[in-house]
């Protein structure tokens, strides 16, 4: 079957970094994809990742094993802002988004 | 967890004709439901919040005719792609947002629906 898994909450330290992992199973693998969520908002995109290896945008990283059936976002210099839902999700063959239910991350001062 | 259920998962249809996907929350009531459009490698996009019983609000520069959504129950919202043509070929998902819980209640994601016009 096909399954994403996530930790559903994490907390970190405001200035901090913080890593959240995610492990895929999907029927084929077209990508991986991040996606942060505030309450009460829509999704909007972080990051796609469809090689190895990691990508650096800003303070936000995003990384992929595809023989791990891995990959993690991390996140740098936290700011209270962060604080939100982080969605993984990856697209199979049929280009199918397989959601992972989200990891709630909660900055502390 | 909440099911949020999109059908048909993949559809190919011809220029000139429309297409129906329809978003239905199985477990919960939703108020507000979402549609989004993906292009591949790239970001979603927001189209359109569909609220039942009222009409939906489109984000700027998506055609209000050309993609119809329609939200006649608390489980049901509908998107027609009007006349499609080839650049309408994309990949197209719902989230529909339970009624209850306030409003910081998160929305569930359906499996998308692969639409390709030829």
């Known amino acids: 079957g096909q399954n994403i898994d996530q930790p559903t909450e994490m907390t970190a330290t405001e200035g901090a970094i913080v890593q959240i992992n995610c492990t895929y199973q999907?029927?084929?693998?077209?990508?991986l994809f991040w996606y942060q969520q505030h309450a009460g908002e829509a999704p909007t995109f972080l990051s796609y990742?469809?090689l190895d290896g990691l990508e650096e945008k800003g303070r936000f990283s995003s990384f992929l094993s595809r023989s791990k059936g891995y990959s993690y976002l991390l996140l740098k210099e936290l700011q209270m802002k962060d604080s939100a839902s982080y969605l993984c999700?990856?697209?199979?063959?049929?280009?199918?988004?397989?959601w992972g239910a989200g990891t709630k991350l909660i900055i502390k001062p | 967890g909440a099911v949020v259920s999109q059908h048909p998962s993949r559809v190919i249809c011809k220029s000139g004709t429309s297409v129906k996907i329809e978003c239905r929350s199985l477990?919960?009531?939703?108020?507000?439901m979402f549609w989004y459009r993906q292009f591949p490698k790239k970001s979603l996009m927001l189209m359109a919040t569909s609220n039942e019983g009222s009409k939906a609000t489109y984000e700027q520069g998506v055609e209000k005719d050309k993609f119809l959504i329609n939200h006649a129950s608390l489980t049901l919202s509908t998107l027609t792609v009007t006349s499609a043509h080839p650049e309408d070929s994309s990949f197209y998902i719902c989230?529909?947002?339970?009624?209850?819980?306030?409003?910081?209640?998160?929305?569930?994601f359906g499996q998308g629906t692969r639409l390709t016009v030829v």
């Open positions: 477990d919960f009531q939703a108020t507000t």
């Open positions: 989230s529909a947002k339970p009624t209850t819980g306030g409003g910081d209640t998160e929305a569930f």
């Open positions: 999907t029927s084929g693998f077209n990508g």
């Open positions: 999700a990856g697209m199979d063959s049929n280009y199918q988004l397989i």
């Open positions: 990742n469809v």
